[in-house]
């Protein structure tokens, strides 16, 4: 069954960086769209940054001009560069994917078939 495995979580002062990795196996990694999503307590999964099969990729608001997200196909891996991370980043992240269509990149946690299990980022101040 497909497994998505994410790693690089940790606990970083406000201003500082980490790179979020989401290694994918039992699925055609270059079919399918992939998406972080984060979860802070009391609150919904919400939509962080998503990428396509084909590379288009679109960002949350708060997010954009500080997260990158990227793929790299060859090593079945999708990753979230963070950079100037404040307090309000502080969540478990999750990495999902769905198979890669003509449609926009999606933001739902209802149109994700897969999940890992997240990672924990907490941002001090």
């Known amino acids: 069954q497909v497994q998505l495995v994410e790693s690089g979580g940790g606990l970083v002062q406000a201003g500082g960086s980490l790179r979020l990795s989401c290694a994918a196996s039992r699925l055609t990694f270059s079919n399918y769209d992939m998406g972080w999503f984060r979860q802070a307590p009391g609150k919904e999964r919400e939509f962080v940054a998503g990428?396509?099969?084909?590379?288009?990729?679109a960002y949350v608001d708060s997010v954009k001009g500080r997260f990158t997200i990227s793929r790299d196909n060859a090593k079945n891996t999708a990753f979230l560069q963070m950079n100037t991370l404040k307090p309000e980043d502080t969540a478990i992240y999750y990495c999902?994917?769905?198979?890669?269509?003509?449609?926009?990149?999606?933001?739902?946690?209802?149109?994700?078939?897969?999940w890992g299990q997240g990672t924990q980022v907490t941002v001090s101040s």
């Open positions: 990428i396509k099969w084909s590379g288009g990729a």
């Open positions: 999902a994917a769905r198979p890669g269509q003509l449609q926009a990149i999606r933001t739902s946690i209802r149109e994700y078939n897969y």
